[in-house]
């Protein structure tokens, strides 16, 4: 009888833990999904092997009055703010040492999407220039099953100051690569002092193509 007791007990234990894995496992995969499901409407125009810049240049707009571009809030449901392990992430591709997260800027979830057991989520924002101008900043982030932040790489970055400065991007998930296309365009002409002194009929353009690869990792590694 005493040896049924404790077979009894014994199974009422491994139960217990069975459950206990069960439901932190769905638990999860909840929180993972409620990420990636809570910005469907907002879900970009894209066939989901491939993501570019195509895709989300209909959610910003060029503001011809103060001559920077501007996220299209209305199409947004809900904003976040930056919480401090993104605030103190290292960016990649971050080309201008006066960009840095901060506490004020409000950031809206373009798209989100899962490989393997990472979540990746692609956000705009638009963060302060040089000299009280605005900049539109395209980013994707990588976290872990515990939404722990992996990596960051800035996808697309625009601005028009003394030089205009865009890029165009193609992540695919298929191939879990990451291409980057840099541009900056030179319109001003400047005399010895660098003042302006007009617009250059033919503009100097200069292109920088970056590529990446997503690894098993969940991190972005740069070959080329």
């Given at each position: ?20 894995c ?13 990420l ?11 066939n ?34 930056f ?16 960009f ?19 979540f ?38 625009r ?66």
């Open positions: 009888m005493k040896k049924v007791k404790n077979k009894i007990y014994f199974n009422f234990i491994i139960l217990i833990v069975i459950l206990s069960t439901y932190r496992t769905q638990s999860n995969e909840q929180r993972l999904d409620s990636s499901t809570k910005n469907k409407e907002n879900k970009i125009d894209a989901y092997k491939t993501i570019t810049s195509k895709d989300i240049a209909s959610f910003y707009y060029f503001n011809n009055r103060y001559g920077w571009y501007e996220i299209d809030t209305a199409k947004f449901k809900e904003k976040y703010y919480n401090e392990q993104e605030k103190k992430a290292t960016i990649k591709e971050s080309d201008f040492a006066y840095r997260l901060k506490n004020t800027y409000e950031y809206y979830v373009l798209d989100s999407f899962k490989l393997g057991k990472y990746y989520k692609i956000i705009i924002f638009q963060s302060d220039g040089e000299n009280d101008t605005k900049e539109l900043q395209i980013m994707l982030n990588s976290y872990d099953e515990n939404q722990n932040l992996i990596d960051v790489i800035l996808l697309d970055q601005f028009t100051f003394e030089s205009e400065y865009f890029r165009e991007f193609n992540i695919d998930l298929n191939k879990k690569s990451i291409n980057i296309k840099k541009y900056e365009i030179e319109h001003l002409i400047y005399d010895e002092n660098s003042n302006i002194i007009g617009t250059k009929q033919n503009p100097d353009t200069m292109v920088a193509i970056v590529k990446y690869q997503i690894s098993k990792q969940g991190n972005f590694k740069k070959v080329h």
